[in-house]
């Protein structure tokens, strides 16, 4: 069984398989840089599934961004 789920990941980001997309990217991104020249994999867990971990657990939350026309 994987875990996490992607269907409890997408829950987590409002149904948007994008928005899920950008959560991690992000996340995954910053824990490389905070880890440079550290191995920070717990076994064979990659930040990737790390970052989804994190979604799933709720320390990550989507963010909105509305752009408002200046007319």
Known sequence: MIYPKIEDCIA???NN???LTAM???CAKD???HS???NTTTGKEKQ???A???VVDGKIVP???AHKSSH
Request: no cysteine; charged share 20%.
């Open 31 to 33: 824990l490389i840089a």
């Open 63 to 65: 963010t909105t961004t």
């Open 24 to 26: 991690v990217s992000k």
């Open 36 to 38: 440079m020249g550290q």
């Open 52 to 54: 989804m971990r994190e």
């Open 12 to 14: 987590r980001a409002n």
């Open 48 to 50: 990737i599934s790390m």
């Open 17 to 19: 398989k994008y928005v």
